[in-house]
């Protein structure tokens, strides 16, 4: 269970990172959902194991 907690903080200050990009205009609202899928994604492959 360690590992999954590990994984979702990873996921949260990634996701915190696109979107303090995207709000301080580095990155433009489809780049940043095209990250935030991939990390979603990433997320699952590591749940589902």
Request: net charge negative; hydrophobic share 40%.
């Amino acid at each position: 269970m360690a590992d999954l907690e590990e994984n979702v903080e990873e996921f949260l200050d990634d996701a915190g990172y696109v979107l303090s990009e995207y709000e301080q205009g580095y990155m433009d609202a489809d780049a940043a959902l095209s990250v935030l899928s991939g990390h979603v994604e990433d997320l699952r492959e590591e749940f589902r194991g």
